[in-house]
């Protein structure tokens, strides 16, 4: 694909079947609309709103965690035999948000889906920050963070060496391999746009800071073909970190002995609920994005559409899943996984399996329906609870298993305290604040990639 060379941009036109964009656009008002955003529009109010409070749940966060070094992890609510609480169940729903961004950048763009352009930089942020989310259970789990680099194989004078057959340590390497490679790609597909943001900005130091960023581009035949080269390497790179990622982190419980954790469907079953929790999120902020910085001419009602059926499908993995748990603890004839079923539905923690059926079940069918999907208010709240849902399954997965096991003399109840709230809504105001920085001083919709889509009518309009 041989792209005119314009400067710092590229205007490679493509083809399709059907629009991506909405008509009426061309190269330069591309440019200027997306690029206004962090360089014209300065402060709106709804911002300003939205960073104070959510800036403000992050010192919230930021409290809770100086009083968890001080105090110990006994202010959370675990106990015997619930040892994983809320901590290990927000670890896995972070980390299962952050795969929609690596499915749209890097999959998506192997296959050559153009309706990816419009959300893949945003994706790719949520990925990020949700990756820095997910890090924080883990670290403070261990009750000692600071001895976190145990984890790490470095020579030591106590012969120290971490223990390869745990799925806890191949976390840390899946996670933070994860985590590098999709902060390369991200930036790597930031440099042009970066390089646009120099050449538009009014300040100077807004010209210095993006210049410095953009790593000197100028739009070269060469930069464009080191940046193709570099772009396919780490694509192909991430597509099997997305299998893997999620895969390693179902080992957590599938290579264990409990009931309804040793289970070989979970590796599938993760990755599937990951996808479909991930463009649950991608849908939850690409709507307000699309409509508080009039951007439905780049977010169309066409994406909106793709990732509703996305979810369909993904959701549809899901629900196998759950009648395969529950077809095979009574075809296998185990006691304990046919009592482990029974508990879920009927036990103490009955009503949250009944909840998640409900949410990533029932209530997504109505995508099924064209008038469905194409109502922004009901997609909006279809992933909101889809969410929900995706949290309340790995709630279950972790506390119903734990709760009641083999002994019944072991026994436990396990109640969030304050501080698990705390840290679980502290750490979505984090998501949240990120969120607001990154749109505020950086183009959240890769321009270069959605001038490479423009309508072929448009083709003669002003450069």
Not at 325 to 354: Q, V
């Amino acid at each position: 694909m041989p792209p005119e060379k314009l400067g710092s941009e590229t205007t490679t036109v493509a083809a399709g079947p059907e629009p991506v964009l909405a008509p009426g656009h061309n190269y330069a008002t591309i440019s200027d609309k997306i690029a206004a955003v962090p360089l014209e529009v300065g402060w709106p109010r709804f911002w300003i709103v939205g960073f104070t409070i959510t800036f403000s749940i992050v010192m919230m966060l930021l409290a809770t965690i100086t009083w968890l070094l001080a105090r110990g992890v006994g202010i959370w609510g675990i106990n015997i035999p619930v040892g994983w609480g809320f901590d290990i169940i927000n670890f896995v729903w972070w980390i299962g948000i952050g795969h929609a961004g690596t499915l749209i950048s890097a999959i998506l763009l192997l296959l050559k889906q153009q309706w990816r352009m419009s959300i893949s930089r945003s994706a790719e942020a949520m990925t990020l920050f949700a990756v820095a989310c997910a890090g924080i259970f883990p670290l403070l789990h261990t009750g000692r963070p600071w001895l976190a680099y145990w984890m790490l194989p470095i020579p030591t004078v106590m012969s120290m060496w971490p223990q390869p057959r745990s799925p806890l340590l191949w976390d840390v390497f899946a996670v933070s391999t994860y985590g590098i490679i999709s902060l390369v790609f991200w930036y790597v597909g930031l440099i042009p746009d970066l390089a646009t943001m120099r050449d538009k900005a009014r300040s100077r130091f807004g010209q210095v800071a993006y210049g410095a960023l953009a790593l000197g581009w100028r739009g070269s035949a060469r930069h464009w073909n080191h940046y193709e080269m570099a772009t396919l390497i780490l694509a192909g790179m991430s597509t099997p970190l997305v299998l893997s990622v999620h895969t390693v982190v179902s080992f957590d419980f599938a290579i264990s002995l409990i009931p309804g954790w040793h289970t070989t469907i979970f590796p599938p079953y993760f990755v599937a609920g990951a996808i479909y929790s991930g463009f649950a999120m991608v849908l939850t902020l690409a709507i307000p994005l699309r409509a508080w910085y009039k951007m439905q001419d780049f977010i169309t009602m066409k994406h909106i559409d793709n990732m509703c059926k996305v979810m369909l499908a993904t959701g549809w993995i899901v629900a196998y899943g759950y009648l395969m748990e529950a077809f095979m603890s009574w075809y296998s004839g185990n006691f304990w996984e046919l009592f482990m079923m029974k508990n879920r539905a009927t036990g103490p923690y009955g009503w949250s399996y009944w909840m998640l059926i409900l949410f990533n079940v029932l209530i997504p069918q109505v995508l099924w329906l064209k008038k469905a999907r194409r109502n922004v208010a009901l997609v909006f709240i279809t992933a909101i609870i889809i969410n929900i849902g995706m949290w309340l399954e790995r709630f279950v997965i972790i506390v119903t298993s734990l709760a009641r096991d083999f002994v019944p003399s072991s026994w436990g109840m396990y109640y969030p305290t304050k501080y698990d709230w705390s840290m679980f809504i502290g750490t979505i105001g984090f998501f949240l604040c990120l969120m607001y920085v990154f749109v505020r001083l950086l183009p959240a919709l890769s321009i270069f990639e959605i001038r490479t889509i423009v309508p072929r009518a448009e083709k003669g309009g002003s450069h």
